[in-house]
T-cell receptor
């Protein structure tokens, strides 16, 4: 399985600002996924990112709020834009491959 | 649509007790099934998986058998340890789906008392 490095591991941000989360995979993968885990909740898929095309967003998530980049087959970023306290969550990236490896997550607190 | 239902927690057991966490699924096609574990303050780790009916996934003393007739994938461990305290997520993916994403259950928090 792939190994994913995700950073930052945690951050505290002011409302109205933006944070970009990075995920680096140790092998080439076609699909990467971004999830949100709100406190005490399960994981909700934000979007699927394929290299060379625009990300596909799930219902309730929009590109203006969560822009995603996928410049190559080993890297992706998720930006949480114009943050509010409701965006306080753990954000995780995942790469395809049987079993879907996950990054260690970014714990975001918006104050 | 595809969905996963797992027993609500928290589940509290004494060390060395037998563990069962129930998981049932609804899926079109032929799903692959997973159990993930999330230790406090950490990300998600794949615990075990099964790809077809009657497959048994196992790891670290945990087991789960893919039961197509009951659409279930219950997680079991014969003797739990304090270090097993974590949140456990049952999940599925249907490889032929357009986007091949994983769908998670709501998670079950497990507390093991020494």
């Amino acid at each position: 399985s792939a190994v994913i490095s995700q950073k930052p591991s945690r951050d505290i941000c002011q409302r109205g600002t933006s944070l970009t989360i990075q995920c680096q995979v140790d092998s080439q993968v076609t699909m990467m996924f971004w999830y949100r885990q709100q406190p005490g909740q399960s994981l909700t898929l934000i979007a699927t990112a394929n290299q060379g095309s625009e990300a596909t967003y799930e219902s309730g998530f929009v590109i203006d709020k969560f822009p995603i980049s996928r410049p190559n087959l080993t890297f992706s970023t998720l930006t949480v834009s114009n943050m509010s306290p409701e965006d306080s969550s753990i954000y995780l990236c995942s790469a395809e491959g049987f079993g879907y490896t996950f990054g260690s997550g970014t714990r975001l607190t918006v104050v | 649509g595809n969905s996963v239902t797992q027993m609500e927690g928290p589940v509290t057991l004494s060390e060395e007790a037998f563990l069962t966490i129930n998981c049932t699924y609804t899926a079109t096609g032929y799903p692959s099934l997973f159990w993930y574990v999330q230790y406090p303050g950490e990300g998600l780790q794949l615990l075990l998986k099964a790809t077809k009916a009657d497959d048994k996934g196992s790891n670290k003393g945990f087991e789960a058998t893919y039961r197509k007739e009951t659409t279930s994938f219950h997680l079991e461990k014969g003797s739990v340890q304090v270090s097993d305290s974590a949140v456990y997520f049952c999940a599925l993916s249907v490889p032929m789906n357009r986007d091949d994403k994983i769908i998670f259950g709501k998670g079950t928090r497990l507390h093991i008392l020494p």
